[in-house]
């Protein structure tokens, strides 16, 4: 019972967390919050599995892993989610702007293969330690470096050819005359 309300009180204070990290592998709102309930249906169906309370976010994380993983196993596919809006409220200018650079790292992380996202996200966006992840990925830490490094590589590359790409030229002002 003890157990129980350990793991309950790590999903309510991991749920953002876990949240994100389901977002950033796949793209898809509805499809993270699946991922996450899963998770928690999981997680407090085996509570007595987790050995030791200060290994709970590890744990929560290979919960979702596995979850992950068995979504790709069925072969479902992710749906595209470019149209989500970023609440900002900055000028129209700064906010397209920014939007446009969203779209752009969502697009570059879409293209990444799942495994290589996987790592990015967990040591970029989460701030696991290369142990926690290879933990978690259950994968040797060497494997999680040379992943980290390819991620970010492929990434980069990625974000530079969408840079390079010449920019699409603002229409003509219109004046009237008179």
Known sequence: ?????????????????????????????????????????????????????????????????????????????????????????????HEAEREAVVRRVRAAMRALSPEHRQVLSLVDLQGCSYAEVASILEIPVGTVMSRLCRARRALKAQLDREAARPAVRPPARIRRIQ
């Open 1 to 93: 019972m003890r157990r129980a309300r350990a793991v309950r009180r790590q999903l309510e204070e991991q749920r953002d967390a876990l949240y994100q990290l389901a977002y950033a592998w796949c793209q898809d709102p509805y499809l993270a919050d699946d991922l996450v309930q899963q998770t928690a249906a999981k997680a407090l169906q085996n509570a007595a599995q987790l050995r030791c309370e200060a290994h709970a976010r590890a744990w929560l994380c290979r919960i979702l892993s596995n979850c992950w993983h068995d979504h790709l196993r069925r072969g479902r596919e992710t749906v595209d989610v470019a149209t989500v809006v970023c609440i900002d409220h900055h000028t129209p200018e």
